[in-house]
């Protein structure tokens, strides 16, 4: 059972172009939604995250949005760079805090010069 | 941001023996860690959450006398892959966290039973 459904598995942007990955959850309970980036042989780090009484945040050029009412929330790479070529993975967790990490199942990102 | 460190970073072991990964906090008290698994283009999947000093919680159908948690001090736990089987192999990343903070993930280690 995936609680944290997304979406796509695999993408290619142009440099300069916007990247954007989305997901979706079932479980209400979840109140904070990070977002890791990992990178081949490497473990996952936190790159941003967000509240559900929040329907935007912006750090630099990551940008998270989120949907409360559809359960869904998505980021968006501006301007991606071929050094932001990793796996991304949306994830939800129960509490506030970083309790049991459910994440979802990554998106290889390929930004192409 | 604070670091967490692996041991190893790979292994290759023969089946039926058994191997143990060490994951470390070096800048903070690790109240809390969390193994994952991670199969070749998959998610993290939990295996277990530990609290130093107690006894560690197992996610449903992870073997617990397969995969050893021992969390005795506030900097290191150890996951110790027992009598391990080809189906073992896989990349496990544990992750370690301070009270209510953020929680950090280590490097990673490439697990290979051959």
């Known amino acids: 059972q995936q609680q944290v459904k997304q979406s796509p598995q695999s993408l290619i942007v142009q440099k300069g172009g916007i990247s954007i990955i989305n997901c979706a959850y079932e479980?209400?309970?979840?109140?904070?939604f990070p977002w890791y980036q990992q990178f081949p042989g490497k473990g996952p780090a936190l790159l941003i995250a967000?509240?559900?009484?929040?329907s935007e945040k912006k750090e630099g050029r990551f940008t998270i949005s989120f949907n409360k009412s559809a359960k869904q929330f998505s980021l968006h790479i501006m301007d991606s760079q071929p050094g932001d070529s990793a796996t991304y993975f949306c994830?939800?967790?129960?509490?506030?805090?970083?309790?049991?990490?459910?994440f979802g199942i990554g998106t290889k990102l390929q930004v192409i010069p | 941001g604070a670091v967490v460190s692996q041991h190893p970073s790979w292994v290759i072991c023969k089946s039926g023996t058994s191997v143990k990964i060490e994951c470390r906090s070096l800048?903070?008290?690790?109240?809390?860690m969390f193994w994952y698994r991670q199969f070749p283009k998959q998610s993290l999947m939990l295996m277990a959450t530990?609290?130093?000093?107690?006894?560690?919680?197992?996610e449903q159908g992870v073997e617990k006398d397969k995969f050893l948690i021992n969390h005795a001090s506030l900097t290191l736990s150890t996951l110790t892959v027992t009598s391990a089987h080809p189906e073992d192999s896989s990349f496990y990343i544990c992750?370690?966290?301070?009270?209510?903070?953020?929680?950090?993930f280590g490097q990673g280690t490439r697990l290979t039973v051959v």
């Open positions: 800048d903070f008290q690790a109240t809390t």
């Open positions: 992750s370690a966290k301070e009270g209510a903070a953020e929680a950090f």
């Open positions: 994830a939800a967790t129960i509490g506030g805090g970083y309790q049991k990490v459910t």
């Open positions: 530990s609290n130093e000093g107690s006894k560690a919680t197992y």
């Open positions: 479980n209400t309970a979840f109140d904070y």
């Open positions: 967000i509240r559900p009484d929040v």
